[in-house]
Nanobody
Framework: QVQLVESGGGLVQAGGSLRLSCAAAGHTFGIYAMGWFRQAPGKEREFVAA????????YYGDSVKGRFTISRENAKSTVYLQMNSLTPDDTAVYYC???????????????????WGQGTQVTVSS
């Protein structure tokens, strides 16, 4: 079992920045990847970014490339999402997820992940 605790959401004006954190606890020795997804009201869950744990490969969704940066603190099994140049379209609940097993799904797909956080609200005002 892995527990994920997210923090850092909130309200920000357009053009501003926020930093999200996600700390994993429990059986974290077998992490394959950690990622961020978001879901706005009435929309499907959207891939934002992911970190391949052993390879160090970074993945980004097209809508956030160049504005968001994912990073990690390996010793703490923590991943961060630095979000810059935020727009109202970034408003959503942001979810952290961890992959702890081999999956046929790519890291960009929600089904690739085994555990999810509760989500943190990010609201960007215009």
């Amino acid at each position: 079992q892995v527990q994920l605790v997210e923090s850092g959401g909130g309200l920000v004006q357009a053009g501003g920045s926020l930093r999200l954190s996600c700390a994993a606890a429990g059986h974290t020795f077998g992490i394959y990847a950690m990622g961020w997804f978001r879901q706005a009201p009435g929309k499907e869950r959207e891939f934002v970014a992911a970190f391949g744990w052993s390879s160090g490969t970074l993945y980004y969704g097209d809508s956030v490339k160049g504005r968001f940066t994912i990073s990690r603190e390996n010793a703490k099994s923590t991943v961060y999402l630095q979000m810059n140049s935020l727009t109202p379209d970034d408003t959503a609940v942001y979810y952290c997820a961890v992959r702890t097993s081999v999956s046929i799904h790519k890291v960009q797909h929600p089904a690739a992940y085994d555990y999810w956080g509760q989500g943190t609200q990010v609201t960007v005002s215009s």
